[in-house]
T-cell receptor
């Protein structure tokens, strides 16, 4: 099974409320990523886990949190959603050590709408 | 600053013809990796093809090939004998091999429509 799964596929949230998105993969990939994708924009890397080590981008450091309780699962947590968080959230994973040449396998995405 | 730039927002071609999508990138690393991904109508993003910067030969996979022009920092995607199902958004991406080791930089994408 070479798929990355994401739940839920669609999420509606109220401004100020928390949001938790889930990603899973059974390929035993060491590295898992979260991207934010808005229409007509490039996917933006938010953070990634290499094994149990979390790396967050400097400009999204305080806005997004994540956990990886085991190799297969990774969550993305927004403590207080704002309208600007409305976007597609894509999870991806890389095989092996996630070296620079390793391709990423993407999940189908979660479309988050904040009202 | 944009590290990966795709200047073509959308392209339309007739079925069974050849199309080239442009991509230019910016990096100071001596070693880097370039990728093309396809996003289908369902939203799924699928890896297509990769070029390692240290390889001189252009990568080819099926009816996808790359035109790697290192001096111009350019990595074009060529699709030959286009099919209706090639209609999608194509993303160019780069990963630097030394700095920003794990970062993937994506372009904004080029929407391809293949007309029957």
């Amino acid at each position: 099974d070479t798929t990355v799964k994401q739940n839920p596929r669609y999420k509606l949230a109220r401004v100020g409320k928390p949001v938790n998105l889930i990603c899973s993969q059974t390929m035993n990939h060491d590295t898992m990523y979260w991207y934010q994708k808005k229409p007509n924009q490039a996917p933006k890397l938010l953070l990634f886990y290499y094994d149990k080590i979390l790396n967050r981008e400097a400009d999204t450091f305080e806005k997004f949190q994540s956990s990886r309780p085991n190799n297969s699962f990774c969550s993305l947590y927004i403590g207080s959603a704002g309208l600007e968080y409305s976007a597609m959230y894509l999870c991806a994973s890389s095989p092996g050590l996630g070296g620079p040449g390793a391709e990423q396998f993407f999940g189908p995405g979660t479309r988050l709408t904040v009202l | 600053a944009q590290k990966v730039t795709q200047t073509q927002t959308s392209i339309s071609v007739m079925e069974k013809t050849t199309v080239t999508m442009d991509c230019v990138y910016e990096t100071q690393d001596s070693s880097y990796f370039l990728f093309w991904y396809k996003q289908t109508a369902s939203g799924e993003i699928v890896f297509l093809i990769r070029q390692d910067s240290y390889k001189k030969e252009n990568a080819t996979v099926g009816h996808y090939s790359l035109n790697f022009q290192k001096p111009k920092s350019s990595i074009g995607l060529i699709i030959t004998a286009t099919q209706i199902e090639d209609s999608a958004v194509y993303f160019c991406a780069m990963r630097e091999g030394v700095t920003g080791y794990q970062n993937f930089y994506f372009g904004k994408g080029t929407s391809l429509t293949v007309i029957p």
